[in-house]
């Protein structure tokens, strides 16, 4: 396997090295990634999930030979290659209602209906060429950010913070959140579990309104109050600790109240973006229009977590599954995120941020090429979908693989969920293939039975 | 009804028509053939009453020719019948009403009798002078149902059957019911069997009076129906052919196994891979090649990559490469199926001398222990296996630790509640020596309550990754689901011997249609499945996956799902073992079956309702076909519902409320049952499961190759691993899987039920890896013990309770926490158990013991689960327990996620868990009432004190700590004090 991607080198960067190195002494059974000479690039990831499915052929993988067979059935030719999944129909090609342009220097093209995002192409490296078998929302959410459908492994932020440890022990390391959870596309449990991994490494759900649950005093609880109950409660916890079996877990609770009350300052310093941000910066992102409003708080805090060391946000937005009117539907999704989360590449990038930030941009499963019975919509189809990646060591303006003349299947390079999975690790210095956790008598690693990460992401 | 009646029938007269239309559903019976023969006016009219007055004589004012005849085995005719009450009269010297429906071979005429050794079904006279539904072949064979009661709409159903079939025997059975429900088909009013019966074909049927029939007579009779079946007169469509998955291509074989195949894997393979070798992999077994291969798809083959390699993974490794022709006819022997010859080259029987893969042997009990041990820290048979392993160790076991730490881990082990200040008090007024023995009864008081059962059975509920939704991105509700998680509290607080516990769970509805074994099926039926997948194959084999899987790691502790897709790596399972083992459960399916006190009304309701939304979808999808909408058209429920038209919605929203309202249970049912026996009600989803029993119906189960849906290996019957002893399957599989899984020659079973009761009170099994007894399990530190265990619960009738009792009286379990040094360097991981270690409490114990200790808890039992955003203050084995939306303290203290059979729940401790105790309303709202009770009943602040303690620890305060919390209560209140109890470790943690 290549080993250009850059990795880190675990005991050389001494606050995560030793974040690291926590980890591992704590653990049993774990083999963790390690060392290579070259410099360490992303410290944290920002997954933007597009939940519902995004149409990779209304956004980045343009398909002039749709208008030539619009309404027609699916030829032959790329008919046959589709695998018998239900829901891959095969009549009525259906072409796109934006138009496609070149950008950037790199001159990736990117349609009408992401502007904004189209003016960062150069950052970003497009994968067109992602691929699995689950056409079905739940599952296929767990397949994008667990590997697998039924969701019960780890999932990439459990992976990540369980590979990295803690990048600021007074905030959880892994935190998601979730916006426009509308119609009946439930966020997955999965998205964010630790599978066969620690409970630990466990995402926290964050409602960005109102933050972290419980950091503020009770009503009527002074600080001075609350120093008391501490004092007292050390006191009860040393006298039952003393000379008891199972010393270390007694002692992890009791590190944990050390934790809250940093945790009580921490938290609501990271939620106030609302006094602390500048005007400009509030602008960047949409604050305050109403249809951005909520993925651009959600992805400013995002940066606000990044920036504090939190490791893995996940940012879940819903509602793309365009079944009925994508013209609606999809200008709709647009109009949501994608200021937002321009504003959030700019914002980084500015801040000198974007090196150490992986972003990953994907759905669960992109649309098929065909409209969806009359209704003007598109139906799921994983048969070859878009994702980008951007940040963090990647190389950007770049574009990965290739699907027929329909953006129906993948005809060059695919690549799974458990590929870019292991191209994230890769990103954080992380050699996915050793690291692993012994479940049931099996060293697990992300890369499940035949993950890879994907090099050219990384190679100039 | 009769006002309704009486219009119309009035109004008939009035004009004077007599109208009557008859429905003919017999079997192959092309529509419209049948004739209405010389009815009187007959119409086409969907009216379906007929009015006959009398004449006081025998006659036949009606009649009707059935074209083409009906000579079939058996029928059921059925008409209804309304007579004025007023014109019943009492009969005397035997003379009575009389009124019949005729069957016969002739037509006759008006005066003819019909009742020459020909089917009657009617009313008659009997010889106590009744008048009484009857059938009859003739005056002196005749049978009786009920009386006729008048002015009420009655149904005469009967069957007219041959017993012995063909076209030339004659009907010579009838058997009557009168107002059936659709339930009482094998249950008639009246049956009749004669000898010398004459018709042996249908032609005619007619309507007579008799001769007490008055002229002001007004007979209605009507609905007339002819079916072959009593489906069929219900308008039920009964289960039909089954409908096996399209079956394998069937290619043209043009290459041999025997004379093509095998000399090239002998040239080229044999050398290394035949029999046991080296590298760990057979090319002359066949689960083996079929890891390494599709069969019909040489393309995907790994078998095919290597051979063709060009790199350093080509095989053979050395020597000469294969040749592209006998590459060729490796690749086409695939793709024409790979057919295998199991005579030249049979599957070898898998074996193990893994100890857990061992029959249990009853242990011999160590008498005595070398040395000498003092007797105190022998209580039970327990401790003296215990001691034997100390003893090699060197190690002496901790001291019996103190009544009252006792009492706690007790009450919180069996009940998962702490003990009240009152049965605190009542340890604390006898002396020291006495307090074991005390605790001895207070087991078992605690162990026959409904409280140990509601703490026992959530240990269940994670084993059962029981929820009440259906998981995945819809995760619909499963609003009966609750009936399960009752049904396994009560299992536990009645002590149900666990070899029955476990056979109703896995073949309930195999051994009786009761509502408790019904209900217990609820533990295959808590199977996750996605309500939005189009692909009936992938739903249903995700459901058969989840069962397969969660039955072995419950009930077995194995590993199996590794099989899943190739054969296990470290256990002796091979990929066909997996799929025999599915196969035990392919002919069924979660669904909402409707419990016994309902299932007479049910069937009619669930019926009706699938009926409107039937013909609804009809018509929906013709409107989307005729809009030109391509195939495949896919109509959801929602849409359905949506489109109703204007009649059918009222009717339909009744009808959905009806059937909400009957008692049901989230269950199992399969081909084993019928939808009279087992009626199954609508749960409607995006794209639910497919409804049909009919499409259970012997549904063949395949190996497949990766575990993928669409990639079929060969077929596969229902067997028990080759590794074990085997059992016969018979006609009902599941119930053989439940014998075999209980038997007491099961060497996982009981073994594995041992641990899990002994983790459940220690925090730790004796064989640590709970949910694996496979080979990369944990061995156990005393395989003795566990197997004296589990040799004790199978001689004791699985008595689960024995074996609590066996551990709670052991010395082991009463010991103190302290980290004895000379101990702990010997044995630092506590395998040898010298020392209780305080394990975190689970995260339903800590709400419930802050709701106890505040007074708040509520106790009642069982019944609909309680929305976890109310503040109910039920057991937490009470509130909803969705998928993927658990509640907040659920989620931090690492409740499963139900998705799969969890036999151990981690204990993480986090920061987020500390801010929730200290700072939630809930935790700050519980203290409150504590103190405020305490405050009202007690002046004193040092009782006051004494009594938090004694509420939220169970024990008094100590005398150093007396002055420290005096202290603290100067500045700071008592509902201060009790917020940091609740978050004290000691509180935390079972001691």
């Known amino acids: 396997m290549s080993t250009k991607y850059p990795r880190r080198q675990f005991f050389r960067n001494s606050g995560i090295g030793l974040s690291s190195m926590a980890v591992a002494s704590i653990l049993s059974g774990q083999k963790l990634a390690t060392t290579n000479d070259q410099e360490s690039v992303a410290r944290n990831v920002i997954f933007l999930y597009m939940s519902g499915g995004p149409s990779q052929v209304d956004t980045f993988d343009p398909k002039p030979a749709l208008k030539k067979y619009a309404g027609q059935d699916v030829p032959e030719s790329i008919a046959r290659n589709i695998p018998p999944i239900k829901r891959s129909g095969l009549k009525n090609v259906m072409p796109s209602h934006w138009e496609f342009k070149q950008h950037g220097e790199s001159g990736t093209p990117v349609s009408a209906l992401l502007p904004h995002t189209a003016r960062h192409v150069d950052e970003l490296c497009v994968i067109r060429s992602v691929q699995h078998r689950n056409p079905v929302h739940g599952p296929g959410e767990c397949v994008c950010l667990t590997g697998v459908s039924n969701g019960e492994r780890p999932s990439i932020g459990a992976w990540s913070t369980f590979a990295l440890g803690s990048g600021n022990e007074n905030l959880p390391s892994f935190m998601a959140m979730n916006v426009h959870s509308d119609g009946m596309q439930y966020p997955q449990r999965a998205g964010w579990s630790t599978g066969f991994l620690p409970a630990k490494f466990q995402g926290i759900v964050i409602n960005p309104k109102t933050g972290i649950q419980h950091t503020q005093l009770p009503k009527g609880t002074i600080k001075q109050r609350r120093e008391q109950q501490l004092q007292l409660l050390e006191f009860l916890n040393e006298q039952h600790r003393t000379a008891k079996l199972n010393e270390d877990a007694l002692q992890a609770r009791i590190k944990s109240y050390e934790m809250t009350g940093r945790m009580q300052v921490a938290a609501p310093e990271l939620f106030n973006w609302e006094t602390t941000e500048s005007a400009a910066t509030k602008t960047l992102y949409g604050i305050a229009e109403e249809n951005t409003h909520d993925t651009a708080v959600a992805c400013l805090l995002g940066r606000r977590m990044v920036e504090r060391g939190v490791r893995f946000v996940q940012i879940r937005v819903g509602g793309w599954d365009a079944h009925g009117n994508i013209k609606s539907n999809h200008t709709r999704q647009a109009s949501r995120t994608d200021k937002p989360i321009a504003g959030l590449l700019t914002d980084l990038k500015q801040r000198g941020l974007l090196d150490s930030t992986l972003l990953v941009w994907a759905g669960e499963f992109g649309r098929t090429p065909t409209m969806e019975g009359k209704a003007n919509g598109r139906d799921h189809s994983p048969n070859g979908y878009s994702i980008w990646l951007a940040g963090g060591g990647v190389q950007g303006g770049r574009i990965i693989g290739q699907t027929d003349d329909l953006g129906y299947v993948v005809t060059e390079r695919p690549v799974s969920p458990f590929d870019y999975h292991a191209t994230i690790l890769a990103a954080l210095g992380v050699d996915p293939a050793r690291l692993s956790y012994n479940h049931l008598g099996r060293d697990e690693t992300p890369l499940f039975n035949d993950g890879a990460v994907i090099p050219e992401v990384f190679n100039s | ?991």
């Not at chain 2, 004796?766 to 694996?772: E, H, N, P």
């Not at chain 2, 040092?942 to 938090?948: D, F, H, R, Y």
């Not at chain 2, 209560?969 to 004290?984: G, M, R, Y």
Request: proline letters at 7%; one cysteine or more.
């Open chain 2, 1 to 991: 009804m009769f006002d309704k009646h009486a219009t119309r029938l009035s109004l008939m007269l009035a004009i004077g028509m007599i109208i009557l239309s008859i429905s003919r559903t017999l079997e192959a019976q092309p529509p419209g053939s049948f004739q209405l023969g010389n009815w009187k006016q007959a119409s086409d009219s969907v009216q379906a009453l007929f009015v006959i007055k009398g004449n006081l004589t025998r006659e036949t004012p009606i009649r009707s020719a059935i074209t083409p005849a009906i000579a079939q085995e058996s029928f059921y005719v059925s008409y209804t019948l309304m007579y004025p009450a007023k014109h019943i009269d009492t009969a005397d010297n035997g003379s009575g009403e009389f009124f019949i429906l005729w069957l016969d071979d002739t037509e006759g005429n008006v005066s003819s009798a019909h009742s020459n050794q020909n089917p009657n079904i009617g009313i008659h006279v009997d010889k106590n002078s009744k008048n009484r539904f009857m059938i009859r072949f003739s005056s002196n064979r005749q049978e009786f149902g009920p009386e006729l009661k008048g002015d009420r709409e009655t149904q005469l159903v009967a069957k007219v059957s041959k017993s012995n079939p063909g076209p030339e025997q004659p009907y010579d059975q009838l058997e009557l019911w009168v107002d059936p429900a659709l339930i009482a088909r094998d249950k008639p009013n009246a049956k009749l069997k004669i000898e010398n019966a004459r018709v042996s074909s249908i032609r005619w049927l007619g309507f007579s009076t008799g001769g007490k029939t008055e002229t002001e007579d007004r007979i209605t009779v009507g609905n007339l129906k002819l079916a072959s079946s009593w489906e069929e007169l219900f308008g039920i469509v009964p289960p039909v052919t089954p409908q096996a998955p399209p079956p394998l291509p069937k290619p043209v074989v043009t290459v041999s196994f025997e004379d093509d195949v095998v000399p090239i894997l002998q040239r080229h393979c044999f050398k290394c891979h035949q029999g046991k070798n080296e590298t760990g992999f057979r090319l002359d077994v066949a689960d083996q090649v079929l890891n390494q291969t599709t069969p019909f798809s040489s393309g995907t083959s790994h078998l095919i990559h290597r051979i063709q390699a060009t790199d350093d993974s080509r095989m053979p490794p050395k020597g000469e490469r294969l040749s592209t022709q006998e590459i060729t006819t490796i690749s086409t022997w695939i793709d024409e199926g790979m057919r295998w010859n199991e005579e030249l080259f049979p599957t070898p029987t898998l074996t193990s001398d893994h100890w857990a893969f061992q029959p249990i042997q009853q242990p011999e009990v160590p008498k005595q222990i070398p040395g000498g041990k003092p007797v105190s820290s022998q209580r039970t048979v327990v401790d003296a296996f215990l001691a034997r392993q100390q003893k090699t160790l060197d190690i002496i076991p901790n001291p019996l630790a103190d009544g009252t730490t006792l009492l706690r881990r007790i009450h919180l082990t069996i009940t998962g509640l702490p003990p009240t200040p009152e049965i605190l008090q009542q340890l604390h007024h006898l002396p020291t020596e006495k307090h074991q023995a005390w605790l001895d009864k207070e087991i078992v008081r605690l162990l026959n309550s409904q409280q140990y059962g509601e703490h026992w059975a959530r240990y269940w509920l994670d084993i059962a990754r029981w929820a009440e939704s259906n998981g995945h991105q819809h995760n619909r509700f499963r609003p009966d689901a609750w009936r399960y998680r009752d049904y396994v509290i009560d299992s536990f607080s009645s002590n149900k011997p666990y070899d029955q516990f476990v056979k109703e769970q896995l073949a309930g509805d195999e051994l009786s249609t009761e509502d408790e074994h019904i209900i217990a099926t609820g533990f295959l039926s808590a199977a996750r499945y996605s309500g939005n997948d189009l692909d009936k194959q992938i739903q249903r084999n995700d459901i058969l996956n989840d069962v397969t899987n969660t039955t072995a790691t419950a009930l077995l502790g194995l590993t199996m799902e590794c099989a899943q897709c190739h054969t296990h790596k470290f256990d002796p399972i091979s990929i066909r073992d997996y799929y025999r083992f599915q196969a035990f459960f392919a002919e069924g399916q979660p669904g909402s079956v409707v419990l016994a006190e309902a299932r007479d009304q049910g069937p009619a309701l669930i019926t009706e309702y699938w009926n409107i939304y039937d013909r609804t979808h009809q018509r929906v999808y013709r409107e989307l076909k005729a809009n030109g909408n391509p195939e495949p058209i896919y109509v959801a429920p929602e849409t359905v519902s949506r489109r109703l038209n204007g009649a059918d919605k009222a009717r339909f929203s009744q009808l959905e409320k009806e059937i909400r309202a009957l008692p049901k249970t989230w269950g199992w049912y399969s081909t084993q049952t019928d939808y009279l026996s087992l009626p199954v009600a609508p749960h409607l989803m995006r794209w639910p499961l497919e409804r049909e029993r009919s499409a259970l119906y012997q549904r063949p189960t395949y190996l497949l190759i990766r575990g993928d849906v669409k990639s079929r290996g060969p077929q596969v019957s229902p067997g028990i691993p080759s590794l074990f002893f085997q059992t016969p399957i018979g006609q009902k599989p599941r119930t053989a899987l439940a014998e075999w899984i209980t038997s007491r020659f099961n060497p996982l079973t009981a073994r594995v039920w041992v641990n899990r009761i002994w983790q459940g009170h220690f925090g730790e099994g004796l064989v640590r890896s709970a949910g694996d007894f496979g080979t990369q399990g944990t061995p156990p530190a005393n395989q003795d013990l566990l197997d004296y265990l589990a040799y004790e619960l199978i001689s004791n009738n699985w008595n689960t309770q024995h074996i609590h009792l066996l551990i709670l009286n052991s010395h082991a379990y009463r010991q103190t926490a302290i980290q004895t040094p000379s101990s702990y360097k010997l044995d630092p991981d506590n395998h040898a158990w010298w020392a209780w270690k305080p394990h975190r409490m689970k995260s339903e114990m800590i709400r419930d013991s802050i709701l106890s200790t505040s007074g708040q808890l509520d106790l009642t039992h069982g019944g609909p689960s309680q929305n976890i955003t109310d503040a109910s203050t039920r057991r937490s084995v009470y509130l909803e327990h969705r998928r993927n939306t658990p509640s907040y303290v659920n989620e931090i203290f690492d409740v499963p996620d139900a998705n799969h059979s969890c036999v151990y729940r981690s204990q993480a401790v986090s920061p987020i868990q500390s801010l929730y105790l200290l700072n939630s309303d809930f935790t700050n709202q519980q203290a409150a009432h504590t103190a405020r009770q305490i405050q009202q009943e007690f002046a004193d602040l040092e009782i006051q004190m004494e009594v938090a303690f004694m509420r939220i620890l169970a024990r008094r305060i100590s005398l150093e700590e007396q002055p420290v919390i005096a202290r603290f209560l100067e500045k700071a209140t008592l509902q201060d004090l009790c917020l940091v109890l609740i978050n004290s470790n000691e509180f935390i943690h079972v001691n």
